[in-house]
């Protein structure tokens, strides 16, 4: 079992910053792979990035590329989301989820999900 919980999220103007962080429980944190989501209203929850569990490999959805950087620290059982020049089109619920071994985009192949941070971007 793996229990995940968000924090960081909050209203930012356009063109600003947040930090997403991820905290996992769990002693098995360094076999999973870990993606963030995002799930705006009325929308379909979406991929925005994935860390495979050594950090070797990172993929990141194209409407994020060059913006939003995926981290990982597996000694503090922890994964983070940088994102920077926030647009309106990021606010959404922000989710960590987890998955063993394998780097996926796909919202089906993850077994594990925390609660959501909300994350609001203004004009």
């Known amino acids: 079992q793996v229990q995940l919980v968000e924090s960081g999220g909050g209203l930012v103007q356009a063109g600003g910053s947040l930090r997403l962080s991820c905290a996992a429980s769990g002693r098995t944190f360094s076999s999973y792979t870990m993606g963030w989501f995002r799930q705006a209203p009325g929308k379909e929850r979406e991929f925005v990035a994935a860390i495979s569990w050594t950090g070797a490999n990172i993929y990141n959805a194209n409407s994020v590329k060059g913006r939003f950087t995926i981290s990982r620290d597996n000694a503090k059982n922890t994964v983070h989301l940088q994102m920077n020049s926030l647009k309106p089109e990021d606010t959404a619920v922000y989710y960590c989820?987890?998955?063993?071994?394998?780097?996926?985009?796909?919202?089906?192949?993850?077994?594990?999900w925390g609660q959501g941070t909300q994350v609001t971007v203004s004009s």
């Open positions: 989820a987890a998955v063993l071994h394998k780097l996926s985009d796909y919202v089906e192949e993850y077994d594990y």
